[in-house]
């Protein structure tokens, strides 16, 4: 007995779907929460006829927008660089204000979050770790 009316959509199918919102946040027709709500829907749907209403009022990409670029950084790792950038200053105005505070330097633990963090940040650039997760599945809907 078929509860649901329509097609089953499959999990490579829903890659592509979800790598066609990649493309439309990078090229900036979507903003980040617009991108994670559509990527929520389209890991929550069952049906083919579900995926098309995400994609629906964006236009479609051409082949030269759907060819796979070799962006030497993938979208997630920007991101993530950013969020680094934006902790590490936060760290290091904080700890100028307690050693401004103090009169005198204090110990520098903001090493401690930026070195490791940003340690890993490029030797997962260097390294390309990470960055064929995107280019699975870069099938169209039909």
Known sequence: MDITAGTRASD???AQVADALG???AEGRLDVTEY???LS???DTATIEDLRPVLSDLPPLTTETAAPRTAR???WQRIEGGAWLGVSLLCIVIWAAISLGTG???YPWPLWVIGPWGAALVFRVLTGWEAGASNHH???LR
Do not use: G, M, Q, S
């Open 23 to 25: 493309r439309h946040l």
């Open 41 to 43: 829907r389209v890991y």
């Open 12 to 14: 490579a199918e829903r």
């Open 73 to 75: 950084i993938p979208i």
């Open 104 to 106: 005198e330097f204090t």
């Open 138 to 140: 870069r099938h169209h």
């Open 36 to 38: 994670n709500e559509r």
